[in-house]
């Protein structure tokens, strides 16, 4: 029997040569530097949106808009706004509706006195208090000299502007949320004089000269102001104790 002469087997991957793709290294530089710039954004987003949690100062000027009307009149503390004082219910809706979003539509009488139409002030005080609060029309005075002329055949109040006494601003300082519930610490700032100016605080901000909790509740796309308190002690800034603790050393006169 004949023997055959058999060639060794060549292994396939001999004479393969692997070429260099010239374009490999920048495309990979490509890559790696998307990557990096997406982990850089990823960074900034991250930091931004900490901030956004940290920083609610645009939420508090809008609590502050809110209850500029109520607060400018120092209110005694309730916790339910049927127990309110009528005529405050109706002067806090009427301030709140002229600093609504119609107040550019107000016009003014030959005696500069702004005119607003008593819907305007019933639409403000459901929205601030709730539908169930039902206001009582009528004219009224304020710090004995503004006086707020209510017409009844037009159903329009005048009220002046041009002579207004200075009167408290808030400044939210905290905001805890629960549920719908919204409670807010708000310091009392008197109004900007020169005084007021000269013990403002290193940031230029008057110290408030007082502290109040002012209760909200979230209805829709609006929010109800459901109560006021005092603010508890445990609660007080550091400057409000110093204050209190000021006055109680104080020899009476």
Not at 50 to 71: A, G, H, M, W, Y
Not at 171 to 176: D, F, G, I
Not at 183 to 191: F, H, I, S
Request: charged fraction near 25%; include cysteine; aromatic fraction near 10%.
């Amino acid at each position: 029997m004949e023997k055959t002469n058999q060639a060794p087997r060549r292994d396939p991957a001999e004479g393969l040569h692997y070429r260099k793709n010239k374009y490999a290294a920048p495309v990979g530089g490509i890559f790696l530097f998307l990557a990096a710039v997406g982990l850089v954004a990823v960074g900034i987003f991250c930091v931004r949106f900490t901030q956004s949690l940290l920083d609610n100062t645009r939420e508090k000027q809008k609590f502050e808009q809110i209850i500029t009307p109520v607060l400018m009149f120092d209110p005694l503390p309730f916790e339910s706004p049927s127990d309110v004082n009528p005529l405050f219910l109706l002067q806090s809706s009427l301030w709140s509706a002229m600093l609504g979003e119609k107040r550019a539509s107000y016009q003014e009488d030959p005696l500069e006195r702004v005119m607003v139409p008593a819907s305007d002030v019933d639409v403000a005080c459901a929205r601030l208090y709730g539908p169930d609060v039902k206001l009582e029309h009528q004219t009224f005075t304020i710090n004995y000299v503004d006086n707020y002329v209510y017409d009844e055949e037009t159903r329009t109040y005048y009220v002046p502007v041009t002579g207004q006494v200075g009167m408290y601003t808030p400044s939210v300082e905290r905001v805890v949320k629960k549920g719908d519930v919204y409670t807010l610490t708000v310091g009392y700032l008197q109004p900007t004089t020169a005084w007021t100016q000269a013990t403002a605080d290193k940031d230029g901000k008057p110290e408030a000269d007082k502290y109040m909790i002012y209760e909200l509740k979230k209805v829709k796309d609006h929010y109800q102001l459901t109560a006021i308190r005092d603010l508890p002690s445990e609660l007080l800034p550091e400057y409000g104790q110093q204050v209190q603790a000021d006055s109680a050393a104080q020899p009476a006169a």
